[in-house]
């Protein structure tokens, strides 16, 4: 009886010593990703909008440090993006998907507007009419952008 007394403390202590199987280690969870100003830039974005019945010939450029110019309706615009601004356009771009080779999307509507977008060393064009859906909320925010610099 004391032999097994002996035996059962011996297990029990090390058990409690790591004398039995070891807890596996979980791997370090990655970093979140980064939002706002702490988003690494992703280079300049050029955005033109083009033709319609208006003849349009506008367009867009914004610099990673937030600089930003361009012409609406013949008029030159200038002006600064902020860096949670910047951080939308970019993530907007990056989650369409499409900015991995160039691409072109035509429609067959006389007179439609036509966008093009460069970004990452990739061209984006399209016209209105074939958008898509992936896209249309980038143009939306870069429409707006352009119109906040004009304003």
């Not at 300049?44 to 003849?55: Q, T």
């Not at 506008?58 to 030159?76: C, I, K, M, N």
């Not at 016209?127 to 119109?147: N, Q």
């Amino acid at each position: 009886m004391v032999i097994l007394a002996a035996l059962l403390a011996l297990g029990a202590l090390l058990a409690g010593c790591g004398g039995g199987e070891e807890a596996e280690e979980e791997p370090p969870s990655p970093p979140a990703p980064a939002t706002g100003a702490e988003t690494e830039p992703a280079g300049e974005v050029v955005y033109r909008i083009m033709g319609g019945i208006d003849g349009r010939d506008d367009e867009l450029v914004v610099q990673p440090d937030g600089s930003a110019r361009g012409t609406l309706f013949g008029a030159e615009v200038e002006g600064v993006v902020t860096a949670d601004e910047l951080a939308e356009i970019y993530r907007l771009l990056d989650e369409s998907g499409l900015f991995t080779e160039n691409a072109e999307f035509l429609g067959d509507v006389v007179d439609d507007v036509h966008n093009e977008i460069s970004y990452r060393g990739v061209t984006v064009s399209t016209d209105s009419s074939a958008a898509p859906d992936e896209l249309l909320p980038a143009i939306a925010r870069l429409d707006d952008t352009l119109d906040a610099l004009a304003s």
